[in-house]
């Protein structure tokens, strides 16, 4: 049976979405021989205003590369909370930062509340590394990607010199993640 | 034994500077601009690597006179840009078609006119690149719909630029230049290059713009000896102006025709299920992942739909759409601009079916649910 799966990453500008969704869908189409693409939408802005990150891994080829039908949304920012629910599938998931966003759409999807950016700052070290923990968690919620996959692409992605402190934060979120999915 | 494999996620404008340092590109001038930056800034680190030169211009019209100028002391040349740049390349695309320079400008298309969405795709450049630059000239662009036909079509850019002494336009469009994708990269040592072919006499016989019968003239690379004149002025053979009207008129007709009687080297196209379809679709670049997609779910609904992807944008498809006058009942031609390629098939059919018209200009790509929608019942 094939299968299409759909992640958006979302947040603001600066926040390392499009970092995290080259480094899934590597994982995804190097290590784990599936089929990915990411692609990505911004305005014109460096920094700030919403953006998001969209990854689409199936085993078939991938003619679409846009998010149509989403599977699971992650949403850093109220405004990108806000602006980007609406594909959302019936049955899908969205992972919230629970500080950030505080409403929460509502609809038959499921939602999990988890403090990404606190955690990164106080367990993994750096507030910074949250677009890792945030892969941890979406490992260990989807199982779309290999933990073994996306350790590999993610050292060979994250800048020289930060591979530790990367590594640990997908270990911070992959375990909130056990704890949430048990 | 299996093969081995070397898979890598890249994006079209990563693909494409890779697919130029392949085909021997060794000289890069350009000014950055979003979508098309990506191209200038592998290029900026990998060109010095290996003997090339990078250098970034101080404005668009710059940048492609450097090119020129590096095509003729013999090195394979490129620049990338998007509209605004374009724009302000079009005079000196005019000046390597009429100089018979061969080089590779890269349009990764934004939307228009002007600024218009620096960072949003649209694919409003198809004339442009057929009509940019003024007076009557042969043009060819390309366009590609994946991340690994962008690697495959930039080594095409320049065998087609080197083979026929030509400018190619390469367009890309937003989507493809900024999607990641998996590349199973092929062996670089295995390409097909193409080059010039270099004068077969002596200097003082050489003639620069010799009327051969392919229309191709042998191209000597400036250092190597053989003294040229090049001008954007009407010349003859010896490349000095001349105000001969038979002079003129041979040398306009042969530039068009080393293009037009090699049409059929040059145009690709890409029939995706075809051969029973009773409606067709004609796409090109993203929007033609849309259209392929919108195939498999019309096909899965028991409608005979097919999809024809150009390939090549100029010279146009023309023969290979007529071949299927007889069959297809409807046409729709899909393309993030208002019809610009669209007034070209129908020219192509003459009359012969219906083409419908499905344009989007807002920034957003056209889906495969929008496609699938406009499709006859």
Redesign the interface.
């Known amino acids: 049976m094939s299968f299409r799966y759909e992640i958006r990453l979302s947040g603001e500008g600066g926040q390392g979405l499009v970092l995290a969704g080259k480094i899934l869908a590597e994982a995804a189409a190097v290590y784990d021989e599936l089929n990915a693409t990411q692609s990505q939408s911004y305005g014109p802005e460096a920094r700030g205003g919403a953006s998001r990150s969209e990854v689409i891994i199936s085993d078939e080829d991938i003619d679409y590369p846009k998010a149509v039908n989403i599977d699971l949304l992650l949403a850093l920012t109220q405004e990108s909370c806000d602006r980007y629910h609406s594909d959302l599938k019936k049955d899908g998931i969205i992972l919230v930062d629970s500080e950030a966003v505080t409403r929460v759409p509502e609809g038959s999807f499921r939602v999990i509340k988890v403090p990404i950016i606190q955690l990164a700052r106080e367990k993994a070290g750096r507030a910074l590394v949250a677009n890792i923990v945030a892969l941890g968690l979406i490992a260990g919620i989807s199982r779309i990607v290999s933990e073994k996959s996306l350790l590999t692409a993610i050292e060979a992605r994250v800048p020289k010199g930060t591979e530790e402190l990367n590594l640990k934060a997908f270990a911070v979120g992959l375990r909130e993640a056990q704890a949430i999915m048990k | 034994m299996q093969e081995e494999k070397n898979?890598?996620?890249l994006t079209g404008n990563e693909a494409c500077a890779e697919g130029a340092l392949a085909a021997g590109m060794r000289f890069y001038a350009g000014y950055p601009i979003?979508p098309s930056s990506e191209v200038a800034e592998v290029l900026a680190v990998e060109l010095p690597k290996i003997g090339g030169v990078f250098i970034q211009m101080e404005d668009e019209i710059a940048s492609i006179g450097a090119i020129i100028g590096g095509s003729l002391a013999g090195v394979k040349s490129m620049t990338a840009t998007s509209g605004p740049g374009f724009s302000l390349m079009q005079e000196n695309i005019g000046f390597a078609a009429m100089a018979e320079v061969p080089c590779v400008i890269v349009n990764v298309m934004r939307g228009g006119p002007s600024t218009g969405l620096?960072?949003?795709p649209a694919q409003g450049d198809v004339m442009q690149a057929r009509w940019g630059t003024h007076g009557d000239h042969p043009i060819i662009a390309l366009a590609p719909f994946s991340v690994a036909e962008t690697f495959a079509l930039t080594v095409r850019a320049f065998n087609l630029s080197e083979k026929y002494r030509t400018p190619v336009i390469l367009l890309l469009d937003e989507?493809i230049g900024?999607?990641?994708?998996?590349v199973n990269m092929p062996d670089t040592t295995a390409l097909e290059i193409i080059d010039r072919i270099p004068p077969a006499v002596a200097p003082d016989k050489y003639l620069p713009y010799e009327h051969t019968e392919c229309g191709v003239p042998p191209m000597a690379s400036f250092g190597q000896g053989y003294r040229f004149h090049v001008t954007g002025l009407a010349h003859d053979e010896t490349g000095f102006p001349t105000n001969s009207g038979r002079e003129i008129g041979r040398l306009i007709e042969r530039l068009h025709r080393k293009i037009e009687q090699n049409r059929d080297d040059i145009v690709e196209v890409d029939a995706f299920m075809m051969d029973d379809a009773e409606t067709a679709l004609v796409s090109f670049g993203?929007t033609a992942?849309?259209a392929?997609?919108a195939v498999?779910l019309a096909r899965e609904a028991g409608k005979k739909v097919g999809l024809l992807r150009l390939k090549t944008l100029w010279p146009f498809a023309d023969k290979e759409i007529r071949a299927y006058a007889g069959q297809i009942k409807n046409w729709v031609v899909a393309e993030m601009n208002l019809g610009q390629m669209a007034h070209e098939v129908e020219w192509a059919l003459a009359g012969a079916a219906p083409v419908k018209r499905l344009n989007k200009v807002d920034g957003d790509?056209i889906?495969?649910?929008e496609i699938l929608q406009a499709l006859p019942e």
């Open positions: 898979i890598r996620v979003t620096p960072t949003l989507i900024h999607v990641n994708e998996k993203s992942r849309s392929r997609h498999r790509p889906s495969p649910a």
